[in-house]
């Protein structure tokens, strides 16, 4: 059974920093690429980073290009979320997602299209 998991999420003040992490079962996602997505209240679920099957492109969303990074360890079969100068408005619950095509070598654009696999979501809370 092919599970992403989620952790690292809290309460933190605004400015603050989080990691996130994704830890992938069931089957190796080395060979995928990975990305994170946010929903907040109210708000359709929205893209936030993605990483290429093999580490060397990344992707972010204007609204956190600059402060949040995503990496990912494939020996351990991780993906991460460093988040950096904290807003209220990054508020919401973050989602890790795998894709399905081994060694796509295309540009992500953010759909949730692009991502087969997802886990149950982290809640992040930035209090101002």
């Known amino acids: 059974q092919v599970q992403l998991v989620e952790s690292g999420g809290g309460l933190v003040q605004a400015g603050g920093s989080l990691r996130l992490s994704c830890a992938a079962s069931?089957?190796?996602?080395?060979?995928?690429?990975m990305g994170w997505f946010r929903q907040a209240p109210a708000k359709e679920r929205e893209f936030v980073a993605a990483?290429?099957?093999?580490?060397?492109?990344?992707y972010y969303s204007d609204s956190v290009k600059g402060r949040f990074t995503i990496s990912r360890d494939k020996a351990k079969n991780m993906v991460y979320l460093q988040m950096n100068s904290l807003k209220p408005d990054d508020t919401a619950v973050y989602y890790c997602a795998g894709d399905m095509r081994p060694y796509y070598s295309g540009t992500y654009y953010g759909r949730n299209q692009e991502f087969g696999y997802w886990g149950q979501g982290t809640q992040v809370t930035v209090s101002s």
């Open positions: 069931g089957r190796s996602f080395s060979d995928v690429g």
């Open positions: 990483i290429s099957w093999s580490g060397s492109r990344t």
